[in-house]
């Protein structure tokens, strides 16, 4: 099966400081797109940042950025001066035909 | 720009009971999913239109899950008969196609328990 694995369920981290979300994947093709999502309370997932699997250069959004690793299927979220407004789940996903997601880690940002 | 409109946005049922869903996609957007998402797990792909075509529907409990887009704009999903796991948030999406890159674009969800 072709699956999104997100090790750590719950995270937290101080305002102002940096966070890493961990993400690996799993898939048999070679172009393909990777998603961060992120799920607050009210439950609409928003997306955070993308990435294109055939780009080597890793994608950036003002405080959030990724570690794309091709060969190790790693996709990592850095998060940089954190904000109370960033408490929220956060879901990796990975798109082929069809968009899969993991099962989220829940990042709580302390004041 | 309007987002993606879900109505009601909670129902609680008994099982067994019929339950329906609506969605408006954003305008323009030929694509439309429907996620269920159960607590604790990430969104699954219930059924994926292109237009008022069906592209995948592989994991729709077909039995008792329907769903529809008849003039490929707004879309209707049905469960009938409920059960108890079927208690979830469903959540309607929408993107401008169906390339894997396109930008997928999240409504609020319904929440749906089912007693």
């Known amino acids: 099966a072709q699956t999104v694995t997100q090790s750590q369920p719950e995270m937290s981290v101080q305002e102002a400081e940096t966070v890493t979300l961990s993400c690996t994947y799993d898939?048999?093709?070679?172009?393909?797109?990777l998603f961060w999502y992120k799920q607050p309370p009210s439950r609409q997932m928003i997306l955070v940042i993308r990435q294109e699997a055939y780009k080597q250069q890793n994608a950036t959004e003002n405080r959030f950025s990724v570690n794309f690793q091709k060969a190790a299927k790693s996709f990592s979220l850095k998060i940089s001066d954190s904000q109370l407004g960033d408490t929220a789940m956060y879901f990796c996903?990975?798109?082929?035909?069809?968009?899969?997601f993991g099962t989220g880690t829940l990042l709580a940002v302390q004041p | 720009e309007a987002g993606v409109a879900q109505s009601p946005r909670y129902k609680i049922i008994e099982k067994r009971q019929s339950v329906a869903f609506w969605c408006n996609p954003i305008s323009g957007h030929a694509t439309l999913y429907w996620y269920q998402q159960i607590l604790g797990q990430g969104p699954k792909l219930l059924i994926q239109?292109?237009?008022?075509?069906?592209?995948?529907d592989s994991q729709l409990p077909k039995d008792r899950f329907s769903a529809e887009r008849l003039k490929g704009v707004d879309s209707t999903l049905k469960i009938q008969p409920a059960k108890l796991e079927d208690s979830a948030v469903y959540l309607c999406?929408?993107?401008?196609?169906?390339?894997?890159?396109?930008?997928?674009?999240f409504g609020e969800g319904s929440w749906l328990t089912v007693v």
């Open positions: 239109f292109q237009n008022n075509g069906v592209v995948d």
């Open positions: 996903a990975r798109a082929t035909n069809k968009l899969i």
């Open positions: 999406a929408s993107s401008s196609g169906a390339d894997s890159g396109n930008t997928i674009y």
């Open positions: 898939t048999s093709e070679s172009n393909y797109y």
